[in-house]
Antibody, heavy 119, light 107 residues
Framework: EVQLVESGGDLVQPGGSLRLSCAAS????????MSWVRQAPGKGLEWVAN????????NYVDSVKGRFTISRDNAKNSLYLQMNNLRVEDTAVYYC????????????WGQGTLVTVSS | DIQMTQSPSTLSASIGDRVTITCRAS??????LAWYQQKAGKAPKLLIY???SLESGVPSRFSGSGSGTEFTLTISSLQPDDFATYYC?????????FGGGTKVEIK
């Protein structure tokens, strides 16, 4: 069974940093495109970033470019999101999501981790 | 970026009703569209991919259609478990985008 478990969410002040992790199990992690998708309280879904199976390609939504970095460690079956210079508007539940094909629809999701940016 | 517009934003329906949700793209996305169901406090669940392909394990009362810029998700006979929020998502471009969501409520 595919399982994705996020961790690292916390309360952080504006301008602060946080690193999210996602532990994968039950599938061959190195064959999946992986993404981070977020959802602000009471709002809709927003794709944040994705990374190719071998880490050779990364894409970001404009609002996080230059502040967030997605990475992966296939040996550890793990996905990461380094978030710097956090803003109040980054407050959201962050989901780790996977795509078993090279097409970017998300067939696997974690349970989410809450990031709150507030002074 | 490609904008995705869903309608309606809220829908009230009864058990057994046929329900249709529309998603429009700001430019052609061919058939690169997915539909998700999300229940309160839970992660989204993939229902439909490539506009009309049913994800494994999803009940056959769910179906998707469309191509280009206009797409629909249909629930042929609404069941109690189907009250949730539904999102479309395009994956035609590297900047992936979701629709704003449609909440299906009990009438």
């Amino acid at each position: 069974e595919v399982q994705l478990v996020e961790s690292g969410g916390d309360l952080v002040q504006p301008g602060g940093s946080l690193r999210l992790s996602c532990a994968a199990s039950g599938f061959i992690f190195s064959t999946y495109w992986m993404s981070w998708v977020r959802q602000a309280p009471g709002k809709g879904l927003e794709w944040v970033a994705n990374i190719r199976q071998d880490g050779s390609a990364k894409n970001y939504v404009d609002s996080v470019k230059g502040r967030f970095t997605i990475s992966r460690d296939n040996a550890k079956n793990s996905l990461y999101l380094q978030m710097n210079n956090l803003r109040v508007e980054d407050t959201a539940v962050y989901y780790c999501a996977g795509s078993r094909s090279n097409y970017q629809n998300f067939d696997s999701w974690g349970q989410g981790t809450l990031v709150t940016v507030s002074s | 970026d490609i904008q995705m517009t869903q309608s309606p934003s809220t829908l009230s329906a009864s058990i057994g009703d046929r329900v249709t949700i529309t998603c429009r793209a700001s430019q052609s996305i061919s058939s690169w569209l997915a539909w998700y169901q999300q229940k309160a406090g839970k992660a989204p669940k993939l229902l439909i991919y490539k506009a009309s392909s049913l994800e494994s394990g999803v009940p056959s009362r769910f179906s998707g259609s469309g191509s280009g810029t206009e797409f629909t998700l249909t629930i042929s006979s609404l069941q109690p478990d189907d009250f949730a929020t539904y999102y479309c998502q395009q994956y035609n471009s590297y900047a992936l985008t979701f629709g704003g969501g449609t909440k299906v409520e009990i009438k």
